[in-house]
T-cell receptor, first 116, second 112 residues
């Protein structure tokens, strides 16, 4: 079945540094991928839609200069958290449409970011 | 835009009993309703979904029902087992829009 991977699974960094998170569709191509943020015991909040070959579409209230998204190929999207601060600490999850049926999406395993 | 409400926020049932989680949505144009199971520290896993042209769908111990008129859909888990313990999320989306709007989540605990 469709598999989405993320790397790294967890990362700890110092304030002010930038962190890159990769999302890959392993056995299918995805022209669109989605990035979510999840705080502890909360639901998933859509941050942006990553589009292969064009700019990402950000949800209202999400800083595009803070969360840089690049959809480099049909199987890879990256999210870079720039100049990270402790409030950016969260669980970041990506998803991709499976292509098997309309709207069906598969999620990656998530990346736990901790900013000290 | 779409708004999805999910209840209850926590649910505890005895092993072997049934569990029901309910969601309501606001946009009558939504036509795809998936349910996800999320275990601690992991990404959501699709467990079942239903489209608006169907009223009920079943997969072994899991079933989903949809009432388009009332704009609500429910997840039913029968013969619950300890491994069913997790957080469950409902979601809704428009055909072709792909963007999912999630409910708040339900923490399900199965007591042995």
């Amino acid at each position: 079945g469709a598999v989405v991977s993320q790397h790294p699974s967890r990362v700890i960094c110092k304030s002010g540094t930038s962190v890159k998170i990769e999302c890959r569709s392993l056995d299918f191509q995805a022209t669109t991928m989605f990035w979510y943020r999840q705080f502890p015991k909360k639901s998933l909040m859509l941050m942006a839609t990553s589009n292969e070959g064009s700019k990402a579409t950000y949800e209202q209230g999400v800083e595009k200069d803070k969360f840089l998204i690049n959809h480099a190929s049909l199987t890879l999207s990256t999210l870079t958290v720039t100049s990270a601060h402790p409030e950016d600490s969260s669980f970041y999850i990506c998803s991709a449409p499976s292509g098997r049926s309309p709207n069906e999406q598969f999620f990656g395993p998530g990346t736990r970011l901790t900013v000290l | 835009g779409e708004n999805v409400e999910q209840h209850p926020s926590t649910l505890s049932v005895q092993e072997g009993d049934s569990a029901v989680i309910k969601c309501t949505y606001s946009d009558s144009a939504s036509n795809y309703f998936p349910w996800y199971k999320q275990e601690l520290g992991k990404g959501p896993q699709l467990i079942i979904d239903i489209r608006s042209n169907v009223g009920e769908k079943k997969d072994q111990r899991i079933a989903v029902t949809l009432n388009k008129t009332a704009k609500h859909f429910s997840l039913h888990i029968t013969e619950t087992q300890p491994e069913d313990s997790a957080v469950y999320f409902c979601a809704a989306s428009l055909q072709g829009a792909q963007k999912l709007v999630f409910g708040q989540g339900t923490r399900l605990t199965i007591n042995p």
